[in-house]
């Protein structure tokens, strides 16, 4: 009955693999239009589940822990335990590929959601300028809304070969990107305290009006936990799916 089991259970798996790489839309090595059509349904179909038997985790939602995050240099954030929603959706703009230099762009549009639970404190000069208390504590729920984040993404890679097929290799530490909110971001958070009196609504209205100078300074933070899982989604989906999946051209001419 064991062995039953399991041959099975590598039979479904073995059908798995199969279905998702032949859904795949196979398009030329510069085809950057069908390269785009290719990624943005890779996104939708397999960024919420991830693909387990391909060792692809997930990509929606993306899991924030102990992400710590000073605001404006005045309040310590620290949200230990948040998730980010939204990716699955993201629209692909453009995608860009130039195989004989090893190199793709992707610029790629979303509305995000995170979600978590936070911790806040500071005892800065400017809490007592600004908002008349000697310190400001928060310690409960937050959520931040961003609407049609912007980013564009440099991707470097060579291709290798293994057991006969080709795989494209993503650098290591060369992904690049810049983004840009090119809509809003919406704040809201529980239990913000001035001193001993819950001032939630005076806080998150402050920070709603001043949303562009808070992602100056807290973005970066959030943006970089959230490219490292953007990289791992990537390194796994090209270094585990030969490339014949989805480029018709031969890539052995470029194999390093």
Known sequence: MLVKSVLILSTVLLSSDAAFVDTLKKCGKNDGECHREMIQNVLKEASKPGIQELNIPPFDPVVLKDVSIPILNVVDLELADGVVRGMRNCVV???????????ASMDITCDLVVKGKYKAFSNSPLVKSVLGADK?????????????????????????????????????KKLDYKYEVKGKVVFAADHLYLD??????????????????????????????AMDRIKVFFTSFFGSVPTKYYIIDDLTPYVK
């Open 93 to 103: 703009n453009s995608f860009v590929t130039a195989m004989e230099k090893g190199k």
């Open 136 to 172: 400001l504590r928060g310690d409960g729920n937050a959520k931040l809304k961003i609407e049609q984040l912007n980013v564009k993404f440099d991707f470097h890679f060579f291709i290798e070969e293994r057991d006969g097929e080709t795989y494209i290799k993503c650098k290591d």
């Open 196 to 225: 001993d009196k819950d001032a939630s609504e005076v806080i998150v209205n402050l920070l709603n009006q001043n949303w562009r100078l808070v992602v100056e300074s807290a973005g970066q933070q959030l943006m970089g936990r």
